[in-house]
């Protein structure tokens, strides 16, 4: 399994909803991120979790809560979101520092905040 | 603070041309990533730079990295309609990306 799976492929959710994005690699990467991507414009990293632990919060607000169970499956957890976090979220892996860290993207997941 | 600045953000060109896209960094980095995004998907690998000197090719695509002058260039050889896309090169472990560059090839 070379890949890089998220669910769901789009969600809508009103403002004072609570959902969460899934995402899962079985390709024994030690690290897992979530990016955030507005249209036209590149990525940005929210999270990095290496061997399953936090390491890198890029000041994201706490409305967003990432959430790494297991060395596989990786969660962001939504909560009160507004309009403007409408966006695509990518999650990647990547085997870690030892290597190149060359970073595998999955699909995404289209999220729209009503 | 790390930034990343890519020229062109846009370049239209036909079939059959070659160009260059190049990517600018402001700190030493010894890393440096291309991916290619098409339109509403995500982001596929094409070329992992890890030193200065390196240069890497697939098919029409060759990347090459000057870490002394802080630039990466991705050079398209004989375009096809199939490499538009949006190029992007990102820069050390967290991915620093640039603006990326919109690339649109013509018949």
């Known amino acids: 399994d070379t890949e890089v799976t998220q669910t769901p492929k789009h969600l809508v959710m009103g403002m004072t909803n609570k959902k969460s994005l899934k995402c899962e690699q079985h390709?024994?990467?030690?690290?897992m991120y979530w990016y955030k991507q507005k249209a036209k414009k590149p990525p940005e990293l929210m999270f990095v979790?290496?061997?399953?632990?936090?390491?890198i919060n890029e000041s994201v607000p706490s409305r967003f809560s990432p959430e790494c169970p297991n060395s596989s499956l990786l969660n962001l957890h939504l909560h009160a979101l507004q309009p403007e976090d409408s966006a695509l979220y990518l999650c990647?892996?990547?085997?870690?520092?030892?290597?190149?860290?060359?970073?595998?993207f999955g699909p995404g997941t289209r999220l729209t905040v009503l | 603070e790390l930034k990343v600045e890519q020229n062109p953000l846009f370049l239209s060109m036909q079939e059959g041309k070659n160009y260059t896209i190049y990517c600018n960094y402001s700190?030493?980095?010894?890393?440096l990533y291309w991916y290619r995004q098409d339109p509403g998907k995500s982001l596929e690998s094409l070329f992992v730079?890890?030193?200065?000197?390196a240069v890497k090719q697939e098919g029409r695509l060759m990347a090459s990295l000057d870490t002394k002058a802080r630039l990466s260039t991705l050079h398209i050889t004989a375009a096809v309609h199939d490499l538009s896309a949006t190029y992007f090169c990102?820069?050390?472990?967290?991915?620093?990306f640039g603006q990326g560059t919109r690339l649109t090839i013509n018949p």
């Open positions: 730079l890890l030193s200065n000197g």
């Open positions: 990647a892996s990547s085997q870690g520092r030892i290597s190149s860290n060359e970073q595998f």
């Open positions: 390709m024994g990467h030690r690290a």
């Open positions: 979790y290496s061997y399953e632990k936090l390491s």
């Open positions: 990102a820069v050390e472990e967290k991915l620093v």
């Open positions: 700190t030493t980095s010894d890393r």
